[in-house]
């Protein structure tokens, strides 16, 4: 006999109706959680760079050919970045993921461009002028349909979070207030701030950190040092520190140093003026003690030497992006689009659906709202003490 809902209520613990689940939007994700997410995938960092570096280069040339804004591309990559920390390599394409992306963030932008307008750009970019086709031809049919799957999949990887960040306009402001050269400094400054999108940085800085940080490189690159820059001053007005900015940088020269034909800046430059730029803040962070990447938490340590880890989605449970199905979510604790790794004692039969998934904003509502839920699920026992009579034995 088959299982019912409530059978399956009644084993997890849980009377009548499921509460659902609360996924709260995660503005920013740091270096530890990134790290957690590309283990869980089971992607080698080398493969990892690479769909990385492909995918992004892949959105900026059809933002090129469709003459899209910035902004759309910013919001793209940073779209791609989070569908793959909770989709594993294998069950997408990179083409078809970052193609997916940019359609999103064209509409988030409100720079409408259609599914079939997006894969016909692509398509001509391989091909002479003389077999260019329009967007009506029948061949996008099918790529149209899989691009708006991919698209559900993409607002849920983000927690339906439409926030945004464009260092672009603050680093111009920057490059301004301290009177740099916008021929040179600012303009290598705002090529820095597009190949700040082929790394994680994005994911994990706000807006004036990473503005400050590419005024900064540029300025060293040019010899034009802005000491208040690199002294740090002012940075507790645009609510960032020292340490964030020099990861940041970081960031940029690992991607120089490692990847710099992939990159616009870093063709530009010899390898040799990034190492010694990289020196020079290695040995600044080594003097004031700062740690290669900010923000990293102690993992907490049960009884038993496991390692402590909030509801996630299982791996071996993964959906096709092509034919989106019901994602397993935790609950208010976590979220799965921070990590793929398994939940322990949250899964859901096959075939059955268990409770709900709502998406939030605001980490105060939900917390709130679990709190008074909470209240409706608590098992109340109480304990009754009664005298039995013994039957007398039989002779």
Known sequence: MALTQSDIAAENGHVGPHPSYIQLAKPYIFEQKL???MA?????????????????????SLRKALHLPVRTFNTACVYYHRFRLVHVDTEYGFMDAATAALFTACKIEDTLKKSREILCAAYNQKVTSAEHVSQDD?????????????????????????RSRYPQKLLLKLSKYYH?????????????????YRTFAPLKQTTS????????????LHEKNVQELEAGKGFKKWRTS?????ETLLDLLDLYTHHRTLTTVGQEYPIETFIAIRITLNQEASANDYPRYTNNIEKKILSNGTKFTNGTKDIKSAKSPLSPQDTLVSDGK???TLSPEAAAGARVRAGLKEGTVRFMLDPERARDEK???????KVEEEEYEVEVEREKRRG
Do not use: H
């Open 138 to 162: 029948p061949m996008f049919d099918n790529p149209s349909k899989a691009i708006v799957g991919l698209e559900r999949l993409m607002l849920e990887a983000s927690g339906f979070d439409y």
């Open 334 to 336: 976590s979220s799965v």
């Open 180 to 196: 740099l050269n916008r021929d040179t400094v600012g303009k290598t400054a705002y090529n820095m701030s597009l190949d700040l």
């Open 209 to 220: 950190t990473m503005a400050i940080a590419c005024v900064e490189l540029s300025g060293r």
């Open 35 to 37: 790290q957690e997410c």
């Open 371 to 377: 709190k008074i839920v909470a209240e409706y699920f």
């Open 242 to 246: 020292r340490a964030e900015v020099m």
């Open 40 to 60: 869980a995938t089971g992607v080698t960092e080398a493969k990892e760079d690479n769909i990385r570096l492909q995918g992004v280069a892949w959105i900026d």
